[in-house]
Nanobody, 115 residues
Framework: QVQLVESGGGLVQPGGSLRLSCLAS????????MAWFRQAPGKQREWVAR???????DYLGSVKGRFTISRDNAKRTMYLQMNSLKPEDTAVYYC?????????WGRGTQVIVSS
């Protein structure tokens, strides 16, 4: 039983920044890899970034240099710092933890990048 709660979404202008947070309920947070996904209107959900339990990160090519994934195991929280946001970043962003047979998802937080 793992519950994930995302926060930090909102409306931002192109070129602006947002910081998303994902709080996990499990005390075993520190042993799991985590990831961010997003789903834009009318499109399939896509992987955005992943961070291992040791803090190694990987990114979707279109967000490299703009997004930074991180985690604070003591706070059981994962973050996604998003800078230089573009309209194409508009999506619902979902937190994912690689736990159990199929992982666990948060309910998502909306990010809208628009003038």
């Amino acid at each position: 039983q793992v519950q994930l709660v995302e926060s930090g979404g909102g409306l931002v202008q192109p070129g602006g920044s947002l910081r998303l947070s994902c709080l996990a309920s499990t005390s075993s947070f520190s042993i799991y890899a985590m990831a961010w996904f997003r789903q834009a209107p009318g499109k399939q959900r896509e992987w955005v970034a992943r961070i291992t339990n040791g803090g190694l990160a990987d990114y979707l090519g279109s967000v490299k240099g703009r997004f930074t994934i991180s985690r604070d195991n003591a706070k059981r929280t994962m973050y996604l710092q998003m800078n230089s946001l573009k309209p194409e970043d508009t999506a619902v962003y979902y937190c994912f933890v690689e736990v159990g047979l199929s992982g666990a998802w948060g309910r998502g937080t909306q990010v809208i990048v628009s003038s």
